[in-house]
């Protein structure tokens, strides 16, 4: 505790001391040394308030930070570039350094501290913490580093990746029919993180079938896999190569996720999707694939009016225009469900929520509610089943 220079010569995880909780510990250990009781007092609980909203073990919540540091030497490991040996004796010492900061006790601090009345405590554990990270190095596919240790659901906001803290948390188990659908996706998805020929991929069809539930519960289910979702909208699609610059080097695999998908004909946007999916030398990376949803077969909204224009070669741009879905390599066609298959999901989610409620009377109400609605589909089934399981809760199922 008492060599205090050591804690302020981190090279490799410099950013780690300025963490509220790091920072509020190693503040406290210095104040406990000047013997000023109402100091440390104030101090460390201060730091016991930071830790607490996170665990109440120090060691974990350190090995947490190290673990998603964002830093140079893993950056360098994860782009595949040499390190150096004294890079290498850096990062050893540096861990050796914050695993014995980490695993200070708490009664060392509070022996320290000239104070009778209650102090809340915190937990430690044996850790090695130059083990674990070396496992991690080796994991950086599966893992990841920085925000994509931490998260893997992203959107981007003015041409930087923004986590998103509470993704839907859907998952392919929570799916009834458009096995043969989904399974052509998720055999796509496996292709990307095998480190296989994978196709960009446009789902295609009518409202409510699935397709965005379904990137984003593949998104869910192969997170440990080392798959990361970042959502762009149409309007974002000119930053597109900017988002492949910063992630084209990345170990992780990527799906870059566009929702109901169209243009116009003079849309600016179209260009930078459409080199994407040509794989221009500035845009292509084979650790990520556009996955995209649209209601429409043609993605570009065409007039009556656009086909009068004075333009010389006009069959040749419109042509161009209309097959830009022809340009994903993987089209797979979500359409609405006939009765017997919308009667099938109906059944299906009625066990998964414990209805009650005989088979013939639940078909009935079905399809009349498909009725009042947009038709049958697997979101209107899942509405209504919801529905129904909320009324029974209130005593209201007969109604």
Do not use: W
Request: glycine share 6%; with cysteine.
């Amino acid at each position: 505790m008492d060599k205090y220079l050591d804690l302020k010569t981190p090279v490799i995880f410099r950013q780690l001391m300025k963490d509220p909780v790091i920072a509020g510990f190693v503040r406290t250990l210095e104040l406990i040394e000047t013997h000023h009781t109402a100091s440390s007092v104030m101090s460390y609980c201060e730091f016991i308030e930071q830790l607490y909203n996170y665990t109440d073990d120090f060691t974990q919540y350190v090995l947490e930070r190290v673990l998603e540091s964002e830093n140079l030497y893993i950056i360098k490991r994860a782009e595949g570039k040499p390190t150096g040996e004294l890079l290498d004796e850096c990062l050893a010492n540096e861990l050796y350094l914050l695993e014995q900061l980490a695993t200070i006790p708490c009664d060392r601090l509070l022996d320290k501290i000239d104070y009778d009345g209650f102090l809340p405590r915190y937990k430690t554990s044996a850790t090695d913490f130059s083990k674990i990270y070396a496992d991690r190095i080796h994991g950086l596919d599966r893992y990841g580093y920085g925000i994509f240790a931490q998260f893997h659901m992203f959107i981007c906001n003015n041409g930087e990746i923004v986590p998103v803290k509470y993704p839907d948390n859907i998952s392919l188990s929570d799916f009834y029919g458009y096995e043969r659908e989904r399974g052509e996706v998720i055999d796509n998805t496996l292709a990307l993180l095998s480190g296989k020929p994978a196709n960009n991929v446009l789902l295609y069809g009518d409202c409510g079938t699935g397709k965005s539930s379904t990137v984003k519960a593949i998104a869910n289910d192969f997170a440990d896999r080392g798959l990361r979702l970042i959502e762009l909208k149409k309007k974002q699609l000119h930053e597109l190569p900017d988002i492949v610059k910063q992630i084209s080097r990345n170990p992780l695999k990527f799906i870059i996720f566009i929702d109901d998908l169209s243009f116009t004909e003079d849309d600016d946007d179209f260009a930078a999707l459409k080199a994407i999916l040509e794989g221009s030398v500035a845009s292509s990376a084979n650790n990520i694939c556009i996955y995209a949803t649209s209601n429409r077969r043609h993605l570009i909204r065409e007039t009556f009016s656009a086909r009068k224009g004075d333009e010389i070669h006009f069959k040749d741009t419109m042509q161009e225009l209309i097959s830009l879905s022809d340009r994903f390599g993987l089209t797979v066609t979500f359409v609405k469900p006939d009765k017997q298959k919308y009667l099938t999901v109906i059944d299906e989610l009625a066990k998964k929520y414990q209805l009650d409620i005989p088979t013939e009377q639940l078909h009935k109400q079905a399809e009349a509610f498909a009725l009042s609605r947009a038709g049958r589909s697997p979101r209107v089934a899942k509405q209504f089943i919801e529905y129904l399981k909320g009324t029974e809760a209130l005593g209201n199922a007969d109604t």
